[in-house]
């Protein structure tokens, strides 16, 4: 089992053709196995493979069919919400196969975390057959009755019954089967537990099969009529809905109840923008009512300038862009009043790509470069967009290439939280594996764009951060002999440098030159003779590029150890220490670099990234130079100034920093760092701030630490630098030598090394069942195998 999970997980990095044939090898019971049991949620490729091979000979409801296994395996993974896929795109493919065992374990798992409501409804009404009819395997409907049976047995002889989730979700169910058997067994039970929308959706089936009027008048009015009494009076309406649904049968009465109630069987009405907001509202459908998707997106389109209708977002509407059985009609009327909707596409391909390219209307550059980002990962992860296509027709080539690395992890927060850029996906959790492979293809795709020749590369690398077409319209307008561009490049993509990406894939000879022209314009280093003549504009523009590269990308190693190194300058240095790509051993050689630079220090100091000890180290630093840097002075003593970025700021031997600290800092400061900090305020501020801030801690006299009683006593600080002696300060010690032994590239490379050995080699794949081995163990062997 280990094994196979072991394959199944490595399938991350296959390609699209090794795929199916190295899952047909395993056979059934091996692939649900491994596919239960993997450690990591499933890849696109596998759970893509298991559906459109179910699907081929799905819908037969054959319980011996020889898919089931493997879809009961994936069927838990769905509903564990571990797909790379939509989970809701999987759970309604696997309802379309009609699997009776799948079907089975939709009821059954309770263990699952998301919403099951609108799973148990598609069974039981929604999903249909060539008949018209709904399928109910039978061993789903005896399951429901069963289980309404132990509820209505167990809540039996309580005046006021609280079923437990699952039973209210059973329940619901059975309420909404298109089954009027069914219905009319779970009805009674619905009406005691006030499952008004339930009840009424069971009314409306007794009426459709004309079944209505045997019971209503025999007892089952009554009972609607005594809950709509003894309800709540917000809800009193309500019931009285309910009475005239059955008393006249009309659709509408249902139609109003299910819109205004908290079901999400229907969508909600055009005019309630806030439900629209709300995760799921059209992702958990099996038949998504489109009319009143196109309603809402016309009122959103149509909506007058500053409010929430005119708001030209919504999570309601990117979920339903991002439906896979959306009509086509529907996606161009869409379109048409929600742009947004393009960049949501399914599967988007080729045409998607271009229509996001052409069609901007009312998108700000930070909607278009996230709604570009999902877009393309979408394409490439399910196999839709090839990297070759990413290249000829997405632009802007800066945010194509901020794809082709992994994301930094000062930016992982802001790449995925749905905050300002609206763009983060809302249900898939996409392992750094599956994205690592189309990552690979992308950087391959970029570096057979732009070819071998050197000099080609450096002016690429100057003109791709504003450049505002595809990369491979950028080669061609280099080789046009295209000139340098006259504005700078937009702000976006945050922390990912286009160049930076570049210069990782170049050939051998194009790092030598950046840094030997950005040498020359950079100015002579300490003792070398100044150059004769001045650079050219070229020149000037490498060296603007290395030194964004150092403030927005990931710094390859040569980079950084240009920026320290005699021909850095101030600037390269403050935005390596501002990168949000940095790595902690990055930050912690340039707060050790000679000589010290408070600047620096105090970008180091405020890096998300740093450590307690490194802002010491940055403290101490700073301090034996000079002192702090006026600006984290700033930073420190505002109101909202993190603990985190308080508490090393201790060992400053500013007054004013640390006043503020101390009076902030509150008892998570230990007595022996107070006391010395204490001895440091007194003596640049004198005793009288450490006697209240004392005081103010403690609260009383009695309670204060015995040197401060003492200093206050003699009006003197000697007793607090008496206490403060014995303190010993850890100042951090210089780790250069640490750091280069402990370096590691930014960027892994085992997305290449399958590439290189197991692309088209389906039999490699199938040798970790037979030896056991794990992928790098296989990748270990192969290329030893090569070498002799």
């Given at each position: 089992m280990v094994i196979v999970a072991g394959l199944i997980d490595a399938l991350h990095y296959a390609g699209w053709d090794d795929v199916p044939t190295v899952l047909g090898a395993l056979g059934d019971a091996e692939l649900a196995a491994g596919v239960a049991s993997a450690a990591l949620p499933i890849g696109v490729a596998v759970s893509d493979f298991v559906l459109a091979r179910a699907a081929d000979g799905g819908g037969t409801g054959a319980v011996e069919d020889k898919g089931s296994a493997a879809l009961l395996a994936l069927t838990r993974r769905a509903l564990a919400d571990e797909t790379v896929a939509d989970p809701d795109a999987v759970l309604r493919a696997l309802i379309r196969l009609a699997d009776p065992a799948v079907d089975e374990l939709l009821f059954r798992d309770d263990l699952a975390p998301r919403p099951r409501d609108w799973v148990l409804r598609?069974?039981?009404?929604?999903?249909?057959?060539?008949?018209?009819?709904?399928?109910?395997?039978?061993?789903?409907?005896?399951?429901?009755?069963?289980?309404?049976?132990?509820?209505?047995?167990?809540?039996?002889?309580?005046?006021?019954?609280?079923?437990?989730?699952?039973?209210?979700?059973?329940?619901?169910?059975?309420?909404?089967?298109?089954?009027?058997?069914?219905?009319?067994?779970?009805?009674?039970?619905?009406?005691?537990?006030?499952?008004?929308?339930?009840?009424?959706?069971?009314?409306?089936?007794?009426?459709?099969?004309?079944?209505?009027?045997?019971?209503?008048?025999?007892?089952?009015?009554?009972?609607?009529?005594?809950?709509?009494?003894?309800?709540?009076?917000?809800?009193?309406?309500?019931?009285?809905?309910?009475?005239?649904?059955?008393?006249?049968?009309?659709s509408a009465n249902l139609r109003y109840l299910l819109q205004r109630s908290q079901s999400n069987a229907?969508?909600?009405?055009?005019?309630?923008?806030?439900?629209?907001?709300?995760?799921?509202?059209?992702?958990?459908?099996?038949?998504?009512?489109?009319?009143?998707?196109?309603s809402f997106a016309k009122v959103l389109g149509d909506g007058d300038e500053g409010t929430q209708a005119a708001q030209m977002t919504s999570r309601g509407l990117d979920e339903a862009s991002a439906r896979e059985d959306i009509p086509e009609s529907a996606r161009v009327l869409l379109e048409e009043h929600y742009p947004r909707a393009v960049y949501w596409t399914a599967r988007p391909g080729v045409a998607a790509v271009i229509c996001a390219a052409v069609d901007t209307r009312e998108l700000n550059p930070p909607a278009r470069h996230f709604g570009l980002r999902e877009l393309l990962r979408r394409g490439l992860l399910h196999g839709s967009l090839s990297a070759r296509d990413v290249m000829e027709y997405a632009a802007p080539a800066s945010a194509v290439l901020a794809l082709a690395t992994p994301v930094p992890p000062g930016l992982t927060e802001y790449y995925t939280a749905k905050g300002d850029n609206s763009f983060a996906p809302h249900n898939s959790r996409i392992p750094s594996e599956a994205e690592e492979r189309y990552q690979a293809d992308l950087r391959a795709a970029a570096a057979e764009a732009i070819g071998p020749d050197p000099a080609r590369w450096l002016k690429v690398l100057t003109r791709v951060g504003a450049w505002e077409d595809s990369l491979t319209e950028l080669v061609r307008a280099v080789d046009d002999g295209v000139g340098l561009p006259a504005r700078r490049a937009d702000r976006w993509p945050r922390g990912v440098d286009p160049a930076a990406v570049l210069l990782e894939i170049a050939p051998e000879g194009v790092v030598d030159r950046l840094l030997a022209a950005a040498a020359v314009a950079g100015g002579p280093a300490d003792g070398a003779e100044r150059p004769a003549a001045s650079p050219d504009r070229e020149t000037r523009a490498l060296l603007g590029v290395l030194t964004r590269i150092l403030d927005r990308g990931p710094v390859p190693r040569r980079l950084l150890d240009h920026a320290l190194g005699p021909h850095g300058t101030p600037a390269m240095r403050l935005a390596a220490a501002r990168n949000p790509a940095a790595t902690g051993g990055t930050l912690w050689r340039l707060a050790d670099r000679e000589p010290a630079e408070p600047q620096v220090l105090a970008a180091v100091y405020l890096h998300p990234l740093?450590?307690?000890?490194?802002?010491?180290?940055?403290?101490?630093?700073?301090?034996?130079?000079?002192?702090?840097?006026?600006?984290?002075?700033?930073?420190?003593?505002?109101?909202?100034?993190?603990?985190?970025?308080?508490?090393?700021?201790?060992?400053?031997?500013?007054?004013?920093?640390?006043?503020?600290?101390?009076?902030?800092?509150?008892r998570v400061i230990e007595t022996d760092r107070r006391i010395a900090a204490y001895a440091r305020l007194a003596e640049a501020a004198g005793p009288e701030p450490v006697w209240a801030l004392e005081l103010e801690r403690a609260g009383s006299l009695e309670r204060m630490h015995d040197a401060v009683r003492a200093s206050m006593a003699a009006h003197d600080d000697a007793p607090l630098q008496a206490a403060a002696a014995g303190?010993?300060?850890?100042?951090?010690?210089?780790?250069?030598?640490?750091?280069?032994a402990a370096f590691h590239p930014t960027r892994p490379d085992t997305a290449e090394r399958v590439r290189a050995l197991l692309d088209g080699h389906p039999g490699r794949w199938l040798r970790m069942l037979e030896t056991g081995a794990s992928l790098y163990g296989l990748l270990d062997e192969l290329e030893a195998g090569a070498a002799l």
């Open positions: 598609a069974v039981l009404r929604d999903r249909r057959g060539a008949d018209g009819r709904p399928m109910i395997a039978p061993g789903v409907d005896r399951f429901v009755r069963r289980q309404v049976h132990r509820i209505e047995r167990r809540l039996a002889g309580y005046d006021h019954p609280h079923p437990a989730r699952i039973e209210r979700l059973l329940l619901d169910a059975a309420l909404f089967a298109d089954d009027p058997d069914l219905a009319a067994f779970a009805l009674p039970l619905g009406i005691r537990l006030r499952s008004l929308t339930g009840v009424a959706r069971a009314l409306q089936t007794l009426r459709d099969h004309r079944r209505l009027d045997d019971v209503w008048t025999g007892g089952l009015r009554a009972m609607v009529a005594e809950a709509a009494s003894d309800d709540s009076q917000y809800r009193y309406s309500q019931w009285q809905a309910v009475l005239l649904l059955g008393d006249e049968g009309t229907l969508p909600p009405p055009a005019d309630d923008a806030d439900r629209w907001t709300a995760p799921n509202v059209a992702s958990q459908h099996y038949d998504l009512d489109w009319d009143s998707v196109l740093a450590s307690r000890e490194l802002r010491v180290a940055a403290v101490v630093r700073s301090e034996a130079a000079g002192g702090l840097y006026p600006g984290l002075i700033r930073r420190l003593v505002t109101r909202d100034a993190e603990p985190g970025l308080l508490l090393p700021a201790l060992e400053s031997r500013s007054p004013e920093v640390l006043h503020t600290v101390l009076r902030r800092g509150g303190v010993e300060t850890r100042h951090p010690e210089r780790v250069t030598r640490a750091w280069d």
